[in-house]
């Protein structure tokens, strides 16, 4: 069809041949095309994915850091008890014993041993023995407090002040006293019982009632005085005596090995500043 300019505008010239179309007409027709398809495939297959449920590009990639591997530099903390154990357990014990741990601890911050040994033995005879999971330590604490309060301080519940008279010796003085030599040489810091002298001040043990009781069981052996824990003592190794009571002899380190006790050499020695010969010697039956 071949359109021309004429009397009434454009009007068909049917005497005017066909104008072929040119080369390039044609190339930028067939490029259209292409763009045209290709933009129509990618709209269906997203509309295809989309119904799928299969995650976008973007979610894909989240996923994928998601999934993958943590870095040990970036584990969690371990999770710890909101209340430690310690105190979980101090709030678990009798009023009375929370109590009394509190007096314990304001004690050795006053560093007032006879408050603390006191409190220990409080803590000891509450009924129920609610501190039996901490006595082995009461017990190893009471026994270095009571050593101290004894040797390391001018004034104790064991202890008096004697003036010796001219002529009396260490020794006598001792013997009279009802205590070891070793134990006077101590309490007053002397090297030789020769550093005695008439009319000055002497400390000494005021008749003290020393005697052990052997737990085999337990590998224990306790040191009483007065009637009262003093210290306590670990056997290096188990002892298989027969229970009951016995006295010590002179030779008591000799005694106690031949009924199978053995102590530590540091321990034997500090023994043998309060053990006195025919000091009773109880073997428990447990």
Known sequence: MSLARGKFGIEYDP?????????????IGAAVLVVLVSFAVTLVNRLRAG???APAPAERAGSAEACAPVAATSAAPPLTPAVPPEKAAFAR?????RNLLMRLTEAERDRDLSRQVETIELLRAAPGNPVADIDHLLVKRLGRLNF?????????PWTVEITPRKGNSAERLAKEQGMTVAALLKLNRWRTPDEMRPGKPVRALNHPNFALIVHPRNRLVELMLDGKLFKAYEL????SL??????LSDD????????????????????SLFLMPRAPLFVAAY
């Open 236 to 239: 290096t190794r188990a002892a």
């Open 242 to 247: 027969a229970p009951g009571l016995y006295s």
């Open 93 to 97: 014990r009798p009023r009375v014993v």
């Open 148 to 156: 101290r309060w004894m040797f390391g301080t001018d004034r104790s």
């Open 15 to 27: 005497l005017r041949g066909e104008e072929k179309p040119s080369g390039r007409g044609i190339l």
């Open 252 to 271: 008591y380190a000799g005694q106690f090995a031949r009924l199978g006790l053995s102590f530590a050499p540091a321990d034997l020695a500090e023994l």
């Open 51 to 53: 119904a799928d449920g």
